[in-house]
């Protein structure tokens, strides 16, 4: 069993900065694919970025390459998503993913726990 805590959401003008952060309980974070979606309100879960077990693999949503960056530390047991430049259609629950079967994908039916979600508000 995998358990995911996001934290670092929160209310940001547009053209702010905010750090995601997805703390995560499980021995073998190492090799874990890590990855964030997000729902908007009366919208599908979309996926926003994905990062191998190594950090050397990464997969990015167009609409968020090259303001949003995943990272991870896998001796903390966390991953990050820094999200710059946001804009209001960024507004969106985001939640962070995990695939213990070390598999990058962009389907979240690829995933096997996920977080309870953190909100992000970018307001104009």
């Known amino acids: 069993q995998v358990q995911l805590v996001e934290s670092g959401g929160g209310w940001v003008q547009v053209g702010g900065s905010l750090r995601l952060s997805c703390a995560a309980a499980g021995r073998t974070f190492s090799t874990y694919t890590m990855a964030w979606f997000r729902q908007a309100p009366e919208k599908e879960r979309e996926f926003v970025a994905a990062i191998g077990w190594s950090a050397g693999t990464t997969r990015y949503a167009d609409s968020v390459k090259g303001r949003f960056a995943i990272s991870r530390d896998n001796a903390k047991n966390t991953a990050y998503l820094e999200m710059n430049s946001l804009k209001p259609e960024d507004t969106a629950v985001y939640y962070c993913?995990?695939?213990?079967?070390?598999?990058?994908?962009?389907?979240?039916?690829?995933?096997?726990?996920w977080g309870q979600g953190t909100q992000v508000t970018v307001s104009s």
């Open positions: 993913a995990a695939d213990t079967r070390g598999i990058l994908t962009r389907f979240s039916s690829g995933y096997n726990y």
